[in-house]
């Protein structure tokens, strides 16, 4: 199997770290998000870890400052990228949120990478906005595919499976 790279996204809750553990029940998997080095700057200026509307602004903002600053989390998300390609995992997925990331990524990771919404529309319209520019522009994108995840998790692994091999034989 040739590598593939996903870019996945959607807003929060709606089950992105689900949709990559079902898949790691048919292939190897690595699973990075461009957040992850801008957590560890939050938790050092006083981030409990946890994602309310007020903290989740806060992050969106501070990814926003560190790209702008330095490109830090795309300097991670390439650097994720070169270990990917020279391990044994055959899927890496790249959670990123903004627009203009993804496609300067998807630039990036060249001709195996597609890219993917997951939706949840029963959560997304009891929750309503969540106030950051960050999950609530998920849609101001052209993704390759749309995954719903309206059904059981007992269902999803077969369901997974199907969607990504038939984005993957595109």
């Known amino acids: ?81 070169q270990i990917f390609a020279e391990n044994d995992a055959e899927l890496l997925f790249v959670h990123i949120r903004e627009p203009e990331e993804i496609e300067r990524f998807r630039q990036a990771a060249g001709v195996n990478c597609k890219t993917i919404l997951v939706r949840r529309p029963t959560l997304e319209q009891a929750r309503g906005q969540l106030g950051n520019r960050s999950d609530d522009g998920v849609a101001a994108y052209a993704y390759d595919a749309e995954f719903l995840n309206d059904g059981s998790l007992e269902e999803l692994p077969a369901k997974v499976h199907d969607f990504l091999q038939a984005l993957i034989e595109r």
């Open 1 to 81: 199997m040739t590598k593939q790279v996903f870019i996945i996204n959607g807003s929060g809750g709606v089950g992105k770290d689900t949709v990559c553990s079902a898949a790691a029940q048919s292939w190897k998997v690595q699973n990075i998000s461009s957040i992850t080095p801008i957590l560890q700057v939050a938790k050092a200026a006083g981030w409990d870890g946890t994602k309310t509307p007020a903290a989740r602004r806060f992050l969106s903002q501070l990814k926003a400052d560190c790209t702008e600053f330095n490109d830090l989390p795309f300097r991670y998300c390439t650097e994720q990228l």
